[in-house]
């Protein structure tokens, strides 16, 4: 597709469940990150992959996070035994090139998965 | 740590009237977006301000930056209804990796 694309797009978890969201980048994007975005507020840089290394996952909040991105494209966030302050969307978003790669260097987002845990 | 503060947090306005959005950030940053954001959406670019000074429009959205003050405006002429959002500003931070800090949003209700 033309953008990014996550799934699913709503995700209703009971408290301690394991959750994998997915995220499709643009085809060829070197970078992807993911954000955290709680109600009414903005979003939270997690974690930034480079190709298929991860360079920065200082945001993750807990070791409860993980992400990957073997292959460099298709990037999965896991969160393990999920607790209720873990509701939030997850925003996915791509960039064409790495962190030198200059000023416009723009972030496109996906619409992002709802995580509600029960 | 750099620290992104954007006002007012919510903007109530009637057609036709002007607003300005305020964003102020902590930490020396030549690079700042605008982002906008419809309910349940995904966040949609909407400026680019790469250098001290820089203004840029389209329609009636006006985006500036000022790098020595660390502070950007998007200005609202003659608002319409389908201007409703919530705006974000980013600063785009490299230290050795790089990331959007976003600001908290301001949530625009445009009133016909």
């Known amino acids: 597709g033309a953008g990014v694309s996550q799934s699913p797009r709503y995700k209703v978890a009971k408290r301690g469940q394991d959750v994998a969201l997915r995220c499709d980048p643009i085809?060829?994007?070197?970078?992807l990150f993911w954000y955290q975005q709680a109600l009414g507020q903005g979003p939270e840089f997690l974690t930034y992959f480079q190709n298929e290394a991860q360079l920065d996952k200082s945001g993750l909040p807990s070791d409860r996070f993980f992400a990957e991105r073997p292959e460099g494209s298709v990037s999965t966030l896991k969160i393990q035994r999920t607790q209720q302050e873990d509701s939030a969307v997850y925003l996915c978003?791509?960039?064409?090139?790495?962190?030198?790669?200059?000023?416009?260097?723009?972030?496109?987002f996906g619409a992002g998965t709802r995580l509600s845990v029960l | 740590e750099l620290k992104v503060e954007q006002n007012p947090l919510f903007l109530s306005m009637q057609e036709g009237k002007n607003y300005t959005i305020y964003c102020n950030y902590s930490t020396t940053s030549d690079r700042l977006y605008w982002y906008r954001q419809d309910p349940g959406k995904s966040l949609e670019s909407l400026f680019v301000l790469l250098s001290n000074g820089a203004v840029k429009q389209e329609g009636r959205l006006m985006a500036s930056l000022d790098t020595k003050a660390r502070l950007s405006t998007l200005h609202i002429t003659a608002a319409v209804h389908d201007l409703s959002a919530t705006y974000f500003c980013a600063v785009d931070w490299v230290s050795g990796t790089y990331k959007y800090i976003f600001g908290t949003g301001t949530r625009l209700k445009v009133l016909a």
């Open positions: 978003a791509s960039s064409p090139r790495g962190r030198a790669g200059g000023a416009k260097n723009i972030q496109y």
């Open positions: 085809s060829g994007h070197v970078s």
